[in-house]
């Protein structure tokens, strides 16, 4: 994946991410990835409590993850978040990898969308602002 918008964290997997296999759960990656969709939005200046100020709130409705091989304690990782489509929608692609040998051990996607804070209302198009913050919109 490369795109325009992008950017990397890196963390290790604690103990308490564990499941019973000794691997990390599955429900542990879609914290990695929200680390990693934080990093991407302030990539942008557009982050959570920014969106909010400029009226809108903009909640994930669709999350889809594949899971390629298992992360395990302590190994070190790389999440990497792109921003995939951004005229309708917030679409942001994943790749979760181990960080010595860079192999894929996870893929997801993440689709969020514009809620109007004022009227509760979905839009169907993203805001100005938005993309006024990618440089989309003089």
Do not use: N
Request: glycine residues 6%; aromatic residues 10%.
């Amino acid at each position: 994946m490369k795109t325009e918008f992008s950017a990397e964290v890196r963390l290790t997997p604690a103990f308490h991410d564990l499941d019973p296999m000794d691997v990390v759960w599955h429900g542990h990656y879609l914290k990695y990835l929200e680390l990693a969709r934080c990093a991407l939005l302030q990539s942008f200046d557009y982050d959570y409590p920014q969106m909010r100020d400029s009226g809108y709130a903009w909640p994930v409705v669709d999350m889809r993850t594949k899971y390629v091989r298992p992360a395990r304690y302590g190994q070190a990782l790389v999440v990497r978040a792109e921003l995939l489509e951004y005229e309708h929608r917030l679409r942001i692609g994943y790749e979760v990898r181990d960080a010595a040998s860079g192999e894929v051990l996870t893929r997801a996607t993440s689709v969020q969308v514009a809620v109007d804070l004022a009227s509760g209302e979905m839009c169907f198009v993203s805001p100005p602002v938005l993309l006024q913050r990618l440089g989309k919109v003089p």
